[in-house]
């Protein structure tokens, strides 16, 4: 199954873009590319899910090229309430097996 | 709230008690899965129960033993835990049968556990 990676830390202002990054080089022809926000004491909640192209939400939109070998999350225009740690998720459909990311905090600042 | 609710939310147990994590759903979900969180590391999926059925056990040591009574409620068996053991134990529900990772999953606030 697919590691994932992705940065351990990013900081940004309120009002602009974020997109942050995952690395799943071997993801799987059934896999499908999720993620999750998490905030402390908290369980981690869905954001976004996808398999190939762009997914967009109320909340967020995801970009997955043609090899699928990353994924993007874009949040657009953060506000403080969104300094979360996100994670990414990479699941197969056909065995069950979900491997999540190391996450990346997010720190948004006035 | 997510419509997953966990019991109890902190808790700490010497290495040779036995207690129980509880975990129940209020979604009307098929799947339920325990999840360990544990310092710089990512999420671990241990259990996945599906219709009450057991699918997936991630070589999750017998020291942690699962049950699933009903769709609406999963729990978490612990019995001679080590310190190592400590970490937050969330649990987590979604639609669908089997293995259907497509299907967004619902967490719970999760149980911190210490071992001492």
């Known amino acids: 199954l697919a590691k994932t990676t992705q940065p351990i830390s990013m900081d940004s202002y309120e009002g602009q873009e974020v997109n942050i990054t995952c690395s799943h080089n071997?993801?799987?022809?059934?896999?499908?590319i999720t993620w999750y926000q998490q905030f402390p004491s908290q369980g981690p909640r869905f954001i976004i899910q996808g398999y190939k192209t762009k997914v967009t939400n109320e909340v967020a939109s995801l970009f997955i090229p043609a090899d699928r070998k990353s994924s993007t999350l874009s949040l657009p225009r953060v506000s403080l309430s969104d300094t979360a740690v996100y994670y990414c998720l990479v699941g197969s459909s056909n065995t069950g097996k979900l491997i999540f990311g190391q996450g990346t905090t997010l720190q948004v600042k006035p | 709230e997510t419509g997953v609710t966990q019991t109890p939310r902190h808790l700490v147990m010497g290495m040779t008690n036995k207690k129980s994590l509880k975990c129940e759903q209020h979604l009307g979900h098929n799947a339920m899965y325990w999840y360990k969180q544990s310092a710089k590391k990512p999420l671990e999926l241990m259990f996945v129960?599906?219709?009450?059925?057991?699918?997936e056990n991630n070589s999750v040591p017998s020291r942690f033993s699962p049950e699933c009574p009903n769709s609406s409620h999963l729990f978490l068996h612990l019995h001679t835990l080590q310190p190592e053991d400590s970490a937050l134990y969330l649990c987590?529900?979604?639609?669908?049968?089997?293995?259907?990772?497509?299907?967004?999953?619902?967490f719970g606030p999760g149980t911190r556990l210490t071992v001492t």
């Open positions: 987590a529900s979604s639609q669908g049968t089997g293995l259907a990772v497509s299907y967004e999953q619902y």
């Open positions: 129960y599906s219709l009450e059925e057991r699918v």
């Open positions: 071997n993801i799987a022809t059934n896999d499908y």
